[in-house]
């Protein structure tokens, strides 16, 4: 029997998730405990009740710690009330976990914890796939840049020409018509080649802040927000290309720019290194330089979220679809990883980072 205050507690949570929120959280395929602020479970979806074998009335009201059992970096994580932690490749509940996140909601008064059995390297197979089908586009980028490039120059430039001289209106008009279909090819040969590979000697070791600060510039500039930032000024450096590492980064918050509502947007950035992932040096959580991208959007559907970072996927009007398929092939060419967790109000994207031997 539940004490009066244990149900007091329980109550916010079902009054305050709207019927749609609650529906989302049950058809994941992730197990989701909410938790209060004493780490008392308030919430279970469909698939955390199968996951520890427990209806929701045997879950609500029970400490998150001890459902845990004695995974040590689960311990570690359900500590942390400020920040989004992930731990990977652990047992809970005598079962194999590939990913075990806490995610704070501050403002709402409580934690979700979410479980992934699904096997990693899944996504790295994907990427793997998308890397094999990519290389006939490099090669055919190379191709177009040498072969399409030179003559279409000319053609821009008899075009602007032609615009010049004393031509009737629409032939002036025919003659702008060719130069603007002439950039439009020249952009679309930029954007393939976009997914050739940087050379590795512009590799370097660099500090993730750095290229954090031109981004955030950028992005309040450019699309007109404000970007909360919370950073680890500790953290180690990377090992990468800077130009990419940024376009990644700016794309990934030009997604989050572009996901905000109307009224009361929020983007936050924050860094920090992942402890639970740096204790596990064998396996591949060994990504401990972690940057979130969150914003307060309307979320990512459950069927989109699995085809998120491929080529050609997009919702919106006048979307092309590549630019989070470009952020994946550039954290993964820089041997690392970049997971999203969503609901209604609230999307993170976590880039995960080897830290720099090469300091």
Known sequence: MRSLKEQQKIVPLKRTAAPDVKAMLHALPDAVLALDAEGRVIFS???????????????????????????????????????????????????????????????????????RQ??????????????????????LARMLAHEIKNPLSGIRGAAQLLAKSDLSPDDHELATLIDNEAQRIFRLIDKVNIFDDAPHHQYRALNIHEALAQVVR???????????????????????????????????????AEALPSQGGRIIIRTYYDTAAAMH??????????????????????EMQRRLFEPYNTTKPQGEGLGLSIVSKIIDDHGGAVDVTSIPGRTVFKISFPRSDKS
């Open 281 to 302: 040096p064998e396996s591949r959580a060994k990504l401990p330089v972690c940057i979130d991208v969150e914003d307060n959007g309307s979320g990512i559907g459950t």
């Open 218 to 256: 950028l992005a309040e500039s450019g699309f007109g927000v404000k970007i909360a930032e919370q950073y680890d000024p500790s953290l180690p450096e990377i090992y990468g290309h800077p130009d990419r590492i940024m376009q990644a980064l700016l794309n990934i918050v030009k997604n989050a």
């Open 118 to 139: 699904e096997p990693l390297p899944v996504k790295s197979e994907w990427v793997a796939r998308v890397k094999r089908t990519l290389k006939p586009a490099q090669h």
């Open 45 to 115: 979806n469909d698939a955390a009740q199968a996951f520890f074998g427990l209806g929701e009335k045997g879950l609500v009201g029970k400490p998150a710690a001890g459902l845990m059992g004695d995974a040590t970096p689960a311990q570690d994580i359900l500590n942390n009330k400020l920040q989004t932690v992930t731990a990977h490749d652990i047992v809970v509940c005598g079962k194999p976990v590939s990913s075990l996140s806490i995610v704070p909601m501050v403002e709402e008064g409580f934690s979700l914890l979410v479980l």
